[in-house]
């Protein structure tokens, strides 16, 4: 008779499991569906990839904004390979001739963000045309004694993983090093005493947002998309450089300091709101820098550097929101905000209303389906 219980005991956890398993295998399956029709509605709308981008002005395709979406789509065909994906990023980058709107001399990391996509498609298919100018613009850099260009923190985003990608494809600890010395002075010498608050463990846009500039309740400017930079710069530079790697606990602990500070503001419905500790100051729902959190957050659960306990809940309920939310039925990303520096720039954000540029916030989009994907699966 024990036996038998035993046995019975047996199937049944089996077949929990196995049923445990299918439902996992079945989320997983539905958000790469999501991430297929929001890249499918962008390529779709921008099948010629050197065409220019004209909102206020005309500028060309290499700049951030698209920059990010690549690394969004290199991020969607880790984990579903389909050549067309390739082929797009590819021919960018052949329009471009592997280069940046302002030339190899640049120290704008606006300029030099597409290189973190150049450098993937050279580890892919290592042509030197495709990462020679990246190098050539970076080493410059190094070079010379300069450690203040990142001086807005969307900055770190742009620039900051490309050292990383450079300093383990050439096995040079000199990028990691001027990595860390660039990240530092912004983080500790920009503005009065750099742009993050350890208090808070949160960062300010630049140094205009230092106290004593408040948001309208009297609490400190933490702009959500500008945190959301950092967060994704950090995981960025982490997944690419070993662990241990040069100053890699640096980055880890403020990692770490941010996603726990990022949990006590997020929404009842699941997303964040674009300005973190004033909810009221153009309040509502946000789905850029709430891409940026669920990329981080989900990534760190990936790579054991975050509870899953305690972080599998949040992400869950910002990606169900984003996806419920904010994603329409054609692939159209909803309550985005658009480009500007702080809570009141690129308003109103709305289900309908069309930001700027529709690029950067599906390329968080894409990552942080990657990572939930990759968690489920």
């Avoid at 990462?131 to 613009?137: F, H, R």
């Avoid at 630049?206 to 950090?234: C, K, Q």
């Amino acid at each position: 008779m024990i036996l038998f219980k035993r046995l019975l005991l047996l199937i049944l956890l089996l077949g929990t499991m196995a049923g445990a398993k299918a439902q996992t295998s079945d989320e997983a399956a539905a958000i790469l569906e999501n991430m297929r029709l929001a890249n499918s509605y962008f390529m779709k709308k921008w099948p010629d990839v050197g065409k220019t981008i004209i909102t206020n002005r005309e500028r060309p395709s290499n700049i951030w904004t698209r920059a990010v979406y690549y690394e969004g789509l290199m991020g969607l065909y880790e984990i579903d390979p389909d050549a067309a994906y390739y082929q797009y990023a590819v021919d960018w980058g052949e329009f471009h001739k592997w280069g940046f709107r302002s030339g190899n001399d640049t120290r704008n990391a606006d300029d030099q963000c597409a290189g973190q996509t150049y450098i993937q498609l050279y580890q892919i298919d290592p042509q030197p045309g495709r990462i020679a100018n990246i190098k050539e613009c970076i080493d410059n850099v190094v070079a010379g004694e300069q450690n203040d260009d990142w001086w807005w923190i969307d900055a770190i985003q742009m620039a900051m993983p490309i050292y990383a990608q450079l300093g383990v494809l050439y096995d040079d600890e000199k990028y990691f090093e001027k990595m860390y010395e660039m990240y530092m002075y912004t983080r500790n010498e920009h503005g009065d005493n750099g742009l993050y608050n350890p208090k808070d463990k949160l960062w300010w846009r630049d140094a205009d947002f230092d106290p004593p500039y408040t948001e309208p309740n009297g609490e400190d400017s933490y702009w959500s998309r500008g945190n959301g930079w950092v967060i994704m710069a950090l995981a960025r530079v982490m997944e690419f450089m070993p662990e241990n790697g040069p100053h890699y606990k640096q980055y880890k602990k403020d990692f770490k300091a941010m996603s726990k500070a990022l949990i006590k503001v997020q929404r009842e419905d699941g997303l964040w709101n674009v300005s973190l500790h004033d909810p009221n100051h153009y309040g509502g729902k946000e789905l850029s820098g709430t891409a940026m959190f669920v990329y981080g957050m989900a990534w760190g659960i990936n790579n054991g550097i975050l509870s899953e306990k305690k972080y599998l809940p949040v992400v869950e309920k910002a990606w169900d929101a984003m996806i419920n939310d904010c994603l329409h039925s054609n692939g159209f990303l909803g309550y985005v905000q658009s480009t500007g520096k702080e809570p009141k720039d690129g308003q109103p954000v709305t289900y309908d209303s069309v930001p700027d540029f529709e690029d950067y916030a599906l390329g968080a989009f894409l990552l942080a389906g990657k990572e939930m994907y990759l968690l489920k699966k």
